[in-house]
């Protein structure tokens, strides 16, 4: 479904992410992993459309998606919850919940939809009159992935979904992952916590310092003693295994 192949991205003079290849299949959920200031998020927001890319390319089944806006790269199919949340604080749940369907033409699709996501998420109906700065985290966690789910994605990026999250609740959010995968949707999830991610993931990339420093299925990562030598981005040991966009090592 998504293929990035070599993608580097500059933040003024500084390289924060260094010719990256990496694919998501339909159906997948893959995790991209890494410490603070790895790359994760920047990668994303390229993939997004959110920040330039400098070279390579991304594309998005047949079609490249490299110098596309946000809005066409979202009608094509993918969106972002972001770090953070971002909910519209004074706006009420309902408010953010049908910003999230902007793009949309489709009133009677929308309105399907809504009503499917208040099902899906039954505290977002119990406070959807209610301004969205008056909910807990998890409450808000769940009305971004909820806001990014009204524009019908193909493709869904979790920025760091359990961040700030009690455990309790980021066992309800990855939780959460799971279903959205069996209900068709295909994830890229951007998360520090590895051991976490790597529970529900079916693939995973490790990034450090902008660079890819391992790809494999997660449980190959899980019983690797270098896990957390790259992950912390310690140690001098030999090169982890990376495969390329295609698959191949």
């Known amino acids: 479904m998504l293929v990035v192949d070599s993608v580097s991205v500059n933040y003024g003079a500084i390289r924060a992410v260094q010719e990256v290849?990496?694919?998501?299949?339909?159906?997948?959920?893959?995790?991209?992993?890494?410490?603070?200031?790895?790359?994760k998020?920047?990668?994303i927001s390229a993939i997004a459309g959110l920040v330039p890319i400098v070279s390579g390319h991304v594309t998005?089944?047949?079609?490249?998606?490299?110098?596309?806006?946000?809005?066409?790269i979202t009608r094509l199919g993918v969106s972002v919850t972001p770090e953070g949340r971002r909910v519209f604080d004074d706006l009420t749940v309902g408010e953010n919940l049908r910003l999230g369907a902007a793009i949309r033409k489709d009133?009677?699709?929308?309105?399907?939809?809504l009503e499917e996501y208040l099902e899906m998420f039954p505290v977002l109906r119990e406070r959807y009159d209610t301004a969205a700065h008056t909910l807990s985290g998890g409450e808000q966690q769940q009305l971004a992935i909820a806001r990014s789910l009204m524009s019908r994605p193909k493709l869904l990026m979790l920025d760091e979904p359990s961040l700030g999250l009690a455990p309790q609740l980021v066992q309800q959010i990855f939780a959460l992952v799971g279903t959205l995968r069996d209900r068709g949707l295909t994830l890229l999830v951007v998360?520090?916590?590895?051991?976490?991610?790597?529970?529900?993931?079916?693939?995973?990339?490790?990034?450090?310092?902008?660079?890819?420093?391992?790809?494999?299925t997660a449980a190959e990562l899980r019983e690797s003693d270098q896990l957390t030598e790259h992950y912390l981005g310690i140690g001098t040991g030999p090169p982890m295994r990376t495969e390329s966009a295609n698959g191949t090592p």
């Open 21 to 39: 290849s990496l694919r998501v299949e339909e159906g997948e959920i893959v995790a991209l992993l890494g410490p603070n200031g790895a790359g």
């Open 41 to 43: 998020s920047t990668l």
């Open 60 to 72: 998005l089944g047949d079609t490249e998606i490299t110098r596309q806006t946000p809005e066409d």
């Open 107 to 113: 009133k009677n699709g929308v309105a399907k939809d």
């Open 191 to 216: 998360e520090q916590n590895a051991h976490q991610a790597l529970a529900f993931s079916d693939r995973a990339y490790v990034l450090n310092t902008g660079r890819l420093q391992y790809s494999g």
